[in-house]
């Protein structure tokens, strides 16, 4: 199975609500990102969070991670129509170049 | 602006094919990825190249190989294309490890 694991697969929300989403991953990380894909492209990078860091923000979005849990959170507060779009966790692999992308959040923000 | 281009965004060919998928990013990073994405299974690693030269299998590299000549330059090559591999291709490169990936818009790619 994938190294990280988003949670739920699926959201639907109205504009202006909160989404949150979550990530669990199995071993040990030097760190964690989140990456966003509009529908038929290429991903996007948002954000990456160290194992030493807790909590991040940047604009929009707020993102955790419990390292005791193996597991992240990312919310995207005062969602907009524009949020639209596939959320993917990607974690590293220790000892490896490689990052393990999870099978990601499809989020919907209604108008 | 990074940039990370793919020679095409969609590509139909035949069973059997040799199949050339090009990859070029233009900000000097070390590292490039190859990657395929089917729904329901997330992105898969197929090769990555640490250097000029250098590659290393992935997660699913049955099927492909790769080139890189040279350092903005990725290639992934599908020997004997088969049905199996129509997919959505991911081109990606980082300046150093356990560090941002900048991804390419994709090649969709059907093979009949």
């Known amino acids: 199975s994938q190294q990280g694991e988003e949670d739920p697969q699926a959201l639907s929300i109205q504009e202006g609500e909160n989404a949150t989403m979550n990530c669990s991953y199995k071993?040990?990380?030097?760190?964690l990102q989140w990456y966003r894909q509009n529908s038929g492209r290429g991903l996007v990078h948002l954000i990456l969070?160290?194992?030493?860091?807790r909590e991040k923000h940047s604009g929009r979005l707020r993102v955790t991670l419990d390292t005791s849990k193996k597991s992240s959170s990312l919310l995207i507060t005062a969602s907009r129509a524009a949020d639209t779009a596939s959320y993917f966790c990607?974690?590293?692999?220790?000892?490896?170049?490689?990052?393990?992308f999870g099978t990601g959040t499809r989020l919907k923000v209604l108008a | 602006d990074v940039k990370v281009t793919q020679s095409s965004r969609y590509l139909v060919k035949r069973t059997g094919e040799k199949v050339f998928l090009e990859c070029v990013q233009d900000?000097?990073?070390?590292?490039m990825f190859w990657y395929r994405q089917d729904p329901g299974l997330g992105l898969r690693l197929i090769y990555f190249?640490?250097?000029?030269?250098?590659?290393e299998k992935g997660d699913i590299p049955e099927g492909y190989s790769v080139s890189r000549e040279k350092k903005e330059r990725f290639s992934l090559i599908l020997e004997s294309a088969s049905t199996n591999q129509t997919s959505m291709y991911l081109c990606?490169?980082?300046?150093?490890?356990?560090?941002?990936?900048?991804f390419g818009p994709g090649t969709r790619l059907t093979v009949l």
């Open positions: 900000m000097d990073h070390e590292n």
């Open positions: 071993t040990s990380i030097n760190n």
């Open positions: 969070i160290r194992s030493n860091e």
């Open positions: 990606a490169s980082s300046p150093v490890t356990w560090n941002e990936q900048f």
């Open positions: 190249s640490y250097d000029v030269k250098m590659k």
């Open positions: 990607a974690t590293d692999k220790a000892g490896t170049y490689k990052y393990i």
